[in-house]
């Protein structure tokens, strides 16, 4: 039977038997006992299926683990330590000294200098391209090396929508898995599986988790992706950290996120804490409700930003005015999530007095969870950037954003209202 996503968020991950408790339970063991060796030793050639260290999989961490590929419509997830973890390990685990990725420029700031910084370091080289370029210019960009195309559904903080038709097909013409951020849109607004893509991240960190207490990614494989192409030996040749197994022979389907644990997991350990998962859990139960309310909230505050003449401009890609308003229309019809941005004419100046009036938003470095909250990323988040890389992410020095919370919409407006008139 399949369920509606509202459901799924509910109750998918975890059905207990005769008895057992009614939620998840906080199983906070780093190992599990087992009758004998031989046991163990099927465990660890994975012949057998089971917990054995915590490092690799936990009984809770898999609760939203299952959740998630459920939500998704991925064949399986696997929980990190926090959304960095989950972009790092997705492209490792395809990618080796010498390859290179194709990247949106218009991702998250950490994103970004993992990408361009960090990532260069271990050899793996990340173009940067413009989102709105054609097919043709994006093309120019592939080589014998490319290994995967990365971008956000919903980018932060630049709030463009991903053309999914454009870069699915570009990164399969070429063949290559389309790797897609999810995390402003979540699976309740957009399954990327159902555009093309082939492997979803997630910052559970924001809206999956919703509530602003624990850090936390995922990587969801959808199971689609033919790796047999001769690009991914790491997938198709025998591993010798596993006395030679072949994933795409043994786990078919499921050879990406099957790796992605069993190798990478094992010998980086960023692995999802089981109270995280704990904690996850709960607030994915409600995020299809919470997301409807952040979606319909922002959209309010939107237009009336629109209506304030000390307001330069509003970026929403609800607005019908807006330049992604059709791209949302197609990919993110039930809502187009609950960050907003805007500019104010006095400017930079302007937009350090509007945010330091602020009595109910507050600013944090943070997005996504049930309260209101207000950044200005080029001098937080994206302040390590320089004002071309800044362009390149569309993000202004005048730029505000706001993570609009799931209060009763005109607090959160009139606040806006006191907070426009001290300027
Ligand atoms: C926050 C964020 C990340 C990074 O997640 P952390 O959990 O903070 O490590 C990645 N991608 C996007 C789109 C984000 O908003």
């Known amino acids: 039977m399949s369920y509606h996503i509202s459901t799924k968020s509910v109750q998918e991950g975890y059905s207990p038997e005769n008895g057992q408790p009614r939620v998840t339970p906080i199983i906070q063991s780093t190992t599990f006992r087992f009758d004998s060796s031989e046991h163990i030793g099927k465990l660890f050639d994975l012949e057998v299926g089971g917990h054995f260290y915590s490092r690799l999989s936990n009984p809770t961490v898999e609760v939203p683990e299952k959740k998630i590929a459920a939500m998704e419509g991925g064949v399986g997830a696997m929980c990190t330590s926090s959304g960095q973890s989950a972009s790092l390990m997705a492209i490792l685990n395809i990618c080796e000294c ?207 930003l629109q209506t304030n003449d000390k307001v330069a401009w509003v970026n929403y890609p609800g607005l019908e005015d807006n330049s992604q308003y059709k791209l949302a229309q197609k990919y993110l019809p039930d809502g187009a999530s609950g960050v907003i941005s805007f500019g104010l004419k006095g400017g930079r100046a302007d937009a350090t007095k509007f945010m330091d009036s602020l009595k109910l938003a507050a600013i944090v470095v943070h997005v996504a969870d049930v309260r209101t909250c207000v950044l200005h990323p080029a001098s937080t988040t994206h302040r390590q950037l320089t004002e071309e890389q800044l362009k390149e992410c569309g993000i202004g020095s005048d730029l505000i954003r706001m993570s609009i919370g799931i209060e009763y919409a005109g607090d959160i407006i009139d606040d806006i209202k006191q907070a426009l008139a001290q300027i």
């Open 98 to 304: 010498g390859d290179n990725i194709i990247s949106s420029s218009a991702i998250y700031g950490g994103t970004y200098n993992l990408f361009a910084v960090t990532m260069k370091k271990f050899g793996i080289d990340v173009v940067f391209v413009d989102m709105d370029a054609s097919s043709e210019e994006l093309q120019k960009h592939f080589n014998d090396r490319t290994k995967a195309v990365f971008a956000e559904t919903l980018a932060n903080p630049a709030l463009k929508v991903l053309d999914f038709e454009k870069f699915s097909t570009l990164a399969h013409n070429n063949g290559v898995p389309l790797i897609v951020d999810n995390t402003f849109a979540t699976p309740v607004l957009c399954r990327p599986f159902e555009h093309g893509a082939d492997i979803v991240v997630h910052s559970t960190t924001k809206y999956l988790d919703g509530h602003a207490v624990a850090l936390g990614g995922a990587i969801v494989d959808a199971g689609k992706f033919n790796w047999n192409n001769g690009k991914f030996p790491m997938l198709t040749t025998p591993d010798s950290s596993y006395h030679g197994i072949v994933y795409t022979e043994t786990f078919r389907e499921a050879a990406y996120i099957t790796k992605a644990r069993v190798q990478l997991m094992r010998d980086m350990g960023n692995m999802m804490s089981p109270m995280n998962a704990f904690l996850l859990n709960l607030g994915m139960e409600t995020v299809a409700l919470r997301i409807e309310k952040h979606s319909a909230n922002a959209l309010e505050v939107a237009k009336f």
